[in-house]
């Protein structure tokens, strides 16, 4: 009998099989298999770039200064190399950027999925995706010529100097990753099965019980990731922080109503083909974006495995 269903199997997956050789299916899978070893070979090449003129800095400056001392001044007459003032600086302008998303993108991804008519949701969400594509420029210059000032004329007891202004960086980098967020939020919280929703409209639970109580715990290994995401973004943002939040002190500062310089706004104001190559503020720019890839490579781990841990399986 045993023997019966194995011949019937094998000849069922011979006759799955086709007799003539399929040249297309082979010249897609080379395709696609091409594509993927130069994406990997170029992720490679990027990481290479960044940490290969590391081990010469290092001889030339103090890899302890680097990360204990609390002044960055590079190129300066007396030069200091410590990153912790541009660390601090992408810091505050990534947590006053969550502050903002994270609540705005949550609510709006609750309403799209649970509230919000199929006419409105088509509408809205579309409008969403394309506000990701403004381009940042454009936002720094909103925030710079207009959200600083109506703030300042808003709060004026608070201690405003100067131009520019960490925190209003940061509440401009939480506008543009709010379309991020809820986007990616509202695709986790519609993944939930309808037969929890049902569930729990069962026992009598209302909408708004629904959404906190059911849907948000369900789908909240990808709302995680849609936080990831949007601090990723904000870590990377070069051109709203270098308009917006300006150079700063070269000294440690916490103060978000004062500019402080960030690593990218570092990376994109010396990059500018007027340093001489292989000199140490030349290749203080490569330890700079090794840092950040670290940091975002650790902060793309930890999400990881926050998503493992909470993620929920329904079939």
């Known amino acids: 009998m045993s023997s019966t269903v194995m011949s019937e199997r094998s000849d069922r997956t011979r006759a799955l099989r086709s007799d003539k050789p399929r040249y297309g299916e082979k010249v897609i899978f080379g395709f696609l298999f091409i594509t ?29 200064e ?75 210059l909103f925030a710079f010529f207009w959200l600083r000032p109506f703030l300042e ?15 209003v960086a940061g509440i401009a980098v939480g506008l543009i990753i709010v379309p991020l967020i809820a986007s990616v939020s509202d695709d986790a919280m519609r993944s939930v099965p309808r037969s929890l929703r049902e569930g729990a409209y069962a026992l009598g639970a209302g909408k708004m019980r629904v959404a906190l109580r059911v849907v948000v ?59 001489a190559v292989g000199s140490v503020v030349y290749d203080t720019i490569f330890a700079v974006g090794a840092l950040l890839f670290v940091i975002t490579l650790a902060m793309n781990m930890l999400a990881i495995r926050f998503v493992k841990r909470f993620r929920e399986v329904y079939e």
């Open 217 to 275: 715990p369900a789908a909240f290994s990808g709302i995680i990731a849609a936080f990831v995401l949007g601090a990723s973004r904000a870590v990377g943002e070069t051109m709203i922080v270098l308009l917006v939040a300006g150079a700063g002190s070269p000294s440690l500062n916490f103060n978000p109503f004062e500019g402080i310089q960030t690593m990218t706004a570092y990376i994109a104001s010396r990059a500018t083909g007027e340093i």
């Open 66 to 140: 680097f990360f204990t001392a609390t002044e960055w001044s590079p190129g300066f007459l007396k030069p200091v190399y410590g990153v912790w003032p541009i660390v601090v600086g992408t810091l505050i302008v990534v947590i006053t950027a969550l502050i903002v998303a994270i609540p705005l993108g949550l609510l709006s991804a609750i309403y799209l999925s649970e509230y919000a008519p199929n006419a409105v949701r088509k509408t809205i969400k579309p409008v969403l995706e394309i506000l990701e594509g403004i381009p940042t420029v454009a936002t720094g």
């Open 36 to 64: 993927a070893a130069v994406s990997v070979a170029v992720t490679t090449a990027i990481v290479l770039a960044l940490f290969q003129p590391l081990p010469g800095l290092f001889q030339e400056i103090s890899i302890v």
């Open 153 to 167: 004329y808003l709060t004026p007891w608070l201690p405003w100097g100067g131009l520019f202004s960490t925190g």
